[in-house]
């Protein structure tokens, strides 16, 4: 499923967008009430993670205005404020589930995914292909024309994000921020490094590359000539 986290605590932003990633979800990270608002007005989410309590606006009033747009995306609230009143605020602003903090991350996960299924979201796709290669993400295998291809777990969570992106062009920003957890550029050639080391065990030896370097863009990986 694709999700939006609207929370301004940088850290548990981080640690939710992390865990939902290795959930088998694709996320996208809003800091402040404004910034939610505008993703979530012109992004098609399949839910919503709100935090309550937001700079520039509140988490309740981004819901209500959705609403009024006729917005139905599923929106899990989240708050420290978990008495009743406050969760029927919530609720009756326009959430669909409300969750208290601290709070379990397994429970999260449950909940925002039981909210996707009720909205009717796709089974979350376990095994990836691009032409002859294969992802496995349960059995943690990879393999390109029946062939075996060990590979590391950062060279594996790069070759994932690469794949649910097949045929778009990846910014390193994309990488840092998803596959290593950076904010910020370390300049570094630790993409680089990584990148030679998966094209030369996805690439080498087999017909047609899949691993394409766009010039002053970032990368892509597709079947076929960029």
Do not use: C
């Not at 910034?35 to 979530?40: I, N």
């Not at 393999?143 to 990846?170: N, W």
């Amino acid at each position: 499923m694709k999700i939006l986290v609207v929370e301004d605590d940088r850290e548990a932003a981080q640690y939710l967008a992390k865990g939902l990633n290795e959930s088998g979800h694709s996320v996208d990270l809003a800091s402040d009430g404004e910034e939610g608002y505008a993703l979530a007005n012109g992004g098609s989410y399949d839910v919503l993670v709100i935090d309550r309590m937001l700079p520039k606006r509140d988490g309740l009033s981004i819901i209500t205005d959705l609403r009024q747009k006729s917005d139905s995306t599923p929106v899990l609230i989240l708050s420290a404020l978990g008495e009743v009143d406050d969760r029927v605020k919530g609720l009756r602003a326009g959430g669909d589930d409300y969750l208290a903090k601290p709070y379990a991350f397994s429970e999260l996960v449950a909940r925002v995914e039981a909210l996707g299924r009720r909205r009717g979201s796709p089974e979350v796709e376990t095994v990836l292909k691009v032409g002859d290669l294969e992802l496995d993400r349960l059995a943690h295998r990879v393999q390109r024309g029946g062939t075996s291809i060990p590979v590391q777990p950062r060279e594996f969570r790069l070759l994932e994000y690469l794949m649910r992106h097949a045929g778009q062009v990846v910014t390193r920003t994309m990488l840092l921020e998803n596959v290593w957890d950076y904010h910020f550029d370390p300049q570094t050639n630790v993409i680089d490094v990584h990148m030679s080391r998966l094209r030369s065990k996805i690439d080498k030896g087999f017909a047609s590359p899949l691993l394409h370097t766009v010039r002053g863009a970032g990368y892509m990986i597709r079947d076929g000539e960029v």
